[in-house]
């Protein structure tokens, strides 16, 4: 049985996640759930430095994470991480911290970890023993408490791929605020600036292919979660990551590879955007919405929508009530501030600024209109995702 076949059903049996290294390098993980830091690396990082083959550490936080080191290779396998009891929010928020992640991502980080079952001491070493039997053939190896300790320097371990030269951390944001927002168009628009067409890739070794692999399994938790984040359900996100995490492991070139990449980015927009879609199957309701999405940053009224649709404003305007439940000017201004959201949590803009570019009229009605719809004032909101 290759080791692939191993770390399959290790994690299958176990449901602890597995992280595959080999030369600082991250191969494959194995993991429950889409959340896409894994604390295993920086609890273990002062075990990493030791020539241990087999160890474990505990974390002040009482995250329990362990080392395999693959014979005579350059791999080690790191698993966990896996708790006593239920994770605390407090437990949570320290290991948030210590990874350099914002405390709004508790609820997501809780809701992975009480996916992974709880393990004791004791039973921990016995499926890391077992790992170390099923890969190394080794019975009776002891397996050494390594004491946690904070580590100031870089680690050489790279815990999530490397992105292609073309993403980059802003077209990063970018990608996963279309994905929350359910921009599906422009998403589609940024991704085909990006090159994902998928013609003229050079053709590269198995390794590379490997590596690319790597980057879809990554961004399919970075955008299933950013869809969550939209409002997407989990069980939905998973069944999604999942079948795409399956199909990608079937593809044996860069330029499958780079379509499928492309394919679960939108498909994950189309989720969130069928989400905040209107109840309602009128064609001249669907217009309307068009015309308004068309002209998101510029005024619009329902008597300009009427005029570009050479109808009767009243009528367009009773027929839209009628089919949807709101009016055709609060549905503008949800369209509206649900940018100027996204502008404000991903762009430098000023408040300002974000105002006039929406076409709204003054400032103080886009406060008014904003607080309105939020709950927030404009830089409340922006202020949460800076703490």
Known sequence: MDEDSVYKMFFNATQ?????????????SYSIGVFDVNPA????????????????????????????????????????????????????????????????????FISWLHK???YDIHRFQSQLKLLEYLINGNEDTDVVNVPFQEIDTPTIFQTVPEYIDHINNSLEKEITSFIEHGQVKQLDALINNMGFSGSGIPKYSSSDIRDFKNIVIFSTAVASRSAMKGGLDFDTASAMA????????????????????????LDYAKAVSKLNALPTDSILVTRICKEINSHIFEK???????????????????HFKKETGKTITEYINEVKIKESTRLLSTTDLSILNISEHLGF???????????????????????????
């Open 361 to 387: 009229a003054t400032s103080t009605y886009y406060h008014t209109v904003f607080k309105k719809i939020t709950g927030l004032t404009p830089n409340e909101y922006r202020g949460t995702f800076h703490i």
């Open 41 to 108: 690396m920086v609890i273990m990082a002062s075990a990493l430095k030791t020539p241990h083959r087999i160890c474990y550490t505990l974390s002040p936080e009482n995250f329990y994470c362990g080392l395999v080191r693959v014979s005579n290779t350059e791999q080690c396998i790191l698993v966990g991480p896996v708790l006593i009891s239920d994770c605390s929010r407090l437990q949570a928020q320290k290991m948030l911290v210590r990874l350099n992640l914002s405390k709004e991502r508790t609820f997501d």
């Open 300 to 318: 619009v009224t329902p008597t300009l929508i009427a005029k570009n649709l050479k109808m009767n404003a009243p009528y367009l305007c009773t």
């Open 16 to 28: 602890i996640p597995l992280q595959i290294f080999s030369n600082g390098k991250l191969l494959n």
């Open 116 to 118: 992974i079952p709880l």
């Open 242 to 265: 999942s079948s795409y995490l399956t199909k990608v492991e079937t593809l044996d070139n860069t330029t499958d590879i780079f379509l499928i990449l492309k394919q679960m980015f």
